[in-house]
């Protein structure tokens, strides 16, 4: 069974402050990364994806990828109280015949302090 | 007005029910998903779908059931051989050219067995 670890939290900041969330993955050929935010009692949203190793920002927000140690993180500048909600780390899984699934993790809780 | 929608929003069931939860979506997407979230944990796929009138089983299948008649609609039967119905359901869709095409998820059917 492949694998996605995220430390559940919750994860409390000041606003401002830069929050740092981490997802690791068991499967080694996995090639796409997905998060999503989730607020409570809503459906996630996809906020940032990304494919290759290194950094891909996008305003506030930076994902970060590294293959070699099957980590990938997300990174929320200037954080801010409606960045509070649980993130969810997805990674493709190939199914053949261009299908792919996601395997998500169990998401990492973040509260941003006023 | 582009968009998934899912109906009910709020399901309740005595045990022994069939339900059918409805999934729309007017993206002209070709696969269609359905995932389940208990309280406290990730996303975990039920069933998918790639082309009308085909699908696959996801993780966790067992008690369930789906049709693709047509392309824009993908509805879940949560049956009474399902031991723990009480979740949250989601439905996503994505379009099938392009190999990192994202998922999109509506907006939830919160089900509650009786």
């Known amino acids: 069974q492949k694998e996605v670890e995220q430390n559940s939290g919750p994860l409390s900041v000041p606003e401002g402050a830069i929050a740092s969330l981490n997802c690791t993955y068991s499967?080694?050929?996995?090639?796409?990364f997905f998060w999503y935010r989730q607020y409570s009692g809503k459906s996630p949203e996809l906020i940032m994806s990304i494919y290759s190793n290194g950094d891909k920002e996008d305003g506030r927000f930076t994902a970060q990828l590294n293959k070699a140690s099957q980590y990938v993180s997300l990174l929320i500048r200037d954080s801010q109280p409606s960045d509070s909600a649980t993130y969810l780390c997805?990674?493709?899984?190939?199914?053949?015949?261009?299908?792919?699934?996601?395997?998500f993790g169990k998401g990492t809780k973040l509260s941003v302090i006023p | 007005d582009g968009g998934i929608t899912q109906s009910p929003k709020y399901l309740f069931r005595k045990e022994g029910q069939n339900v059918t939860l409805s999934c729309e979506q007017n993206l002209n997407h070709d696969a269609m998903y359905w995932y389940r979230q208990d309280p406290g944990q990730g996303l975990r796929l039920i069933y998918y779908s790639q082309i009308v009138n085909d699908f696959q089983k996801g993780d966790i299948a067992e008690g369930y059931s789906v049709s693709r008649e047509k392309k824009e609609s993908f509805p879940l039967t949560v049956t009474s051989a399902q031991k723990n119905p009480t979740a949250f359901y989601l439905c996503?869709?994505?379009?099938?050219?392009?190999?990192?095409?994202?998922?999109?998820f509506g907006p939830g059917t919160r089900l509650t067995v009786l």
């Open positions: 997805a990674v493709k899984r190939d199914s053949g015949a261009g299908s792919y699934q996601l395997t």
């Open positions: 996503a869709s994505r379009e099938l050219a392009g190999v990192n095409n994202e998922q999109f």
């Open positions: 499967d080694r050929v996995s090639q796409s």
